[in-house]
C-alpha cells in the first residue's frame, strides 16, 4: 500500500476510533443518567455483574502485565494473543458494565465513611481515565496489527499505564463500594 493510500486508511480508522469513543462515552452517560426508562422487573443476575466486572478487570490487569513481559522479551506473538484476549475481555466488561448500570439503581457510598474522599477520588480518576483511554486503545490496537511500530508504541507510552491503573482501580472500587450494595 502506498503512503497516500496507508494515510487514506489512516484517516478512516481514526475516524472510526472516535465515533466509536463518543457512542460508548455518550451510552454510558444516557444509561447511568436513567434517561431510558428501566424495565419494571429486574433480572436476578444484575447484582452478580459487578463482581464479574472486578474479575474481569483484575484479570485485565494481569494480562496487560504478561503483554508487558512479553514484549520485553520480544515474544511479539504471545504480546498479539495476550492483547487481543485483553481487548475481548475488557470488551465483555464494557457490555456488562453499561448493563449493570442500566438495570440497577446506584450505590453511593456513604457520606459519613471517612474514606469517602480516596472513594470518590479514586473513582473519578478511574471514569476519566477509562473515558480518554478508550481511543488510545483502539488506536493502538489498529497499529499494532497493522505492525506501525513506530505509531504503536508512541500510542501504548500513554495507553499501556493508563489502561492498566483504570483495570486495577476498577477492582479498587468495587472492593470498596462492595459492601453497600443492595444485595
Known amino acids: 500500500m502506498n503512503t497516500t493510500d496507508q494515510n487514506k486508511t489512516d484517516k478512516f480508522y481514526f475516524r472510526l476510533v472516535l465515533i466509536v469513543s463518543i457512542i460508548v462515552f455518550v451510552a454510558v452517560i444516557i444509561l447511568n443518567r436513567k434517561i431510558i426508562p428501566r424495565p419494571d422487573v429486574i433480572p436476578s443476575f444484575t447484582y452478580f455483574l459487578p463482581k464479574l466486572n472486578a474479575f474481569i478487570?483484575?484479570?485485565?490487569?494481569?494480562?496487560?502485565l504478561l503483554s508487558l513481559y512479553f514484549i520485553k522479551r520480544k515474544e511479539i506473538a504471545k504480546h498479539k494473543t495476550i492483547n487481543i484476549i485483553t481487548f475481548l475481555l475488557s470488551s465483555v466488561f464494557l457490555v456488562s458494565y453499561i448493563m449493570y448500570h442500566y438495570l440497577a439503581e446506584e450505590t453511593k457510598f456513604p457520606i459519613d465513611n471517612p474514606l469517602r474522599s480516596l472513594y470518590l477520588f479514586i473513582l473519578i480518576t478511574h471514569i476519566i481515565l477509562a473515558a480518554?483511554?478508550?481511543?488510545?486503545?483502539?488506536?493502538?490496537?489498529?497499529?499494532?496489527?497493522?505492525?506501525n511500530i513506530v505509531k504503536h508504541k508512541k500510542l501504548v507510552r500513554f495507553a499501556f499505564p493508563i489502561w492498566l491503573y483504570v483495570t486495577i482501580t476498577g477492582v479498587v472500587v468495587y472492593l470498596m463500594i462492595s459492601p453497600f450494595y443492595p444485595i
Open 132 to 147: 480518554t483511554v478508550l481511543p488510545m486503545i483502539l488506536l493502538s490496537f489498529y497499529y499494532g496489527l497493522q505492525m
Open 57 to 64: 478487570n483484575g484479570t485485565c490487569s494481569i494480562l496487560l
